[in-house]
T-cell receptor, first 117, second 114 residues
Framework: NAGVMQNPRHLVRRRGQEARLRCSPM?????VYWYRQLPEEGLKFMVY????????ESGMPKERFSAEFPKEGPSILRIQQVVRGDSAAYFC???????????????FGPGTRLTVT | DAKTTQPNSMESNEEEPVHLPCNHS???????IHWYRQLPSQGPEYVIH???SNVNNRMASLAIAEDRKSSTLILHRATLRDAAVYYC???????????????FGKGTHLIIQP
């Protein structure tokens, strides 16, 4: 049973380029979350998506960042015109479809480490 | 999500039990208590969660105080592989059905001595 997959594991971009991070959730999971961990800092929630819908993007920077989870294929986190401050580890997590009144665990991928030079 | 308070770090010896405390005095009746851990250079890993009763799984046990204002994660026999940052997180099952993003604090850095 494959876990959450992220690729690439390491990504190097020059300032001004675009970064695309991919996440394939666990089989049967329909909820995807993206988190960012800046060097020497804690994990911060960015965005929560279901298939073809953004449910909560309250943690997403207003500019240059976007996320999608299409009907087919992986979830994508896109960072346009990257800057050095975007260098961080980006983690994706997934959880199963919910039943009412429950609280479900999230399963995390290994992360993509983005370095902006 | 309501706030949690954990010690910055704890140290324990290999093959001994470890009790990791978490205070959550402002917990609401609909908050679940979740624990995650993050090993060095890895993604976070779900450990356990509960609402009112104590919970056990293959990784750990969760002891919840009767008034739910605190909880303790118990590792019954720590190994070197358990060295990680442990996060105690409250999740409200009311809004979003428990599906909201997780709010990570600073957690407890657990050091295991051989």
């Amino acid at each position: 049973n494959a876990g959450v997959m992220q690729n690439p594991r390491h990504l190097v971009r020059r300032r001004g380029q675009e970064a695309r991070l991919r996440c394939s959730p666990m089989k049967g999971h329909s909820h995807v979350y993206w988190y960012r961990q800046l060097p020497e800092e804690g994990l911060k929630f960015m965005v929560y998506l279901q298939k073809e819908n953004i449910i909560d993007e309250s943690g997403m920077p207003k500019e240059r960042f976007s996320a999608e989870f299409p009907k087919e294929g992986p979830s994508i986190l896109r960072i346009q015109q990257v800057v050095r401050g975007d260098s961080a580890a980006y983690f994706c997590a997934s959880s199963p479809r919910l039943a009412g009144g429950q609280s479900y665990e999230q399963y995390f991928g290994p992360g993509t480490r983005l370095t902006v030079t | 999500d309501a706030k949690t308070t954990q010690p910055n770090s704890m140290e324990s010896n290999e093959e001994e039990p470890v009790h990791l405390p978490c205070n959550h005095s402002t917990i609401s009746g609909t908050d679940y208590i979740h624990w995650y851990r993050q090993l060095p250079s890895q993604g976070p890993e779900y450990v356990i969660h509960g609402l009112t009763s104590n919970v056990n799984n293959r990784m750990a046990s969760l002891a919840i105080a009767e008034d739910r204002k605190s909880s303790t994660l118990i590792l019954h026999r720590a190994t070197l592989r358990d060295a990680a940052v442990y996060y105690c997180i409250l999740r409200d099952r009311g809004s979003g059905g428990g599906a909201d993003g997780l709010t990570f604090g600073k957690g407890t850095h657990l050091i295991i001595q051989p």
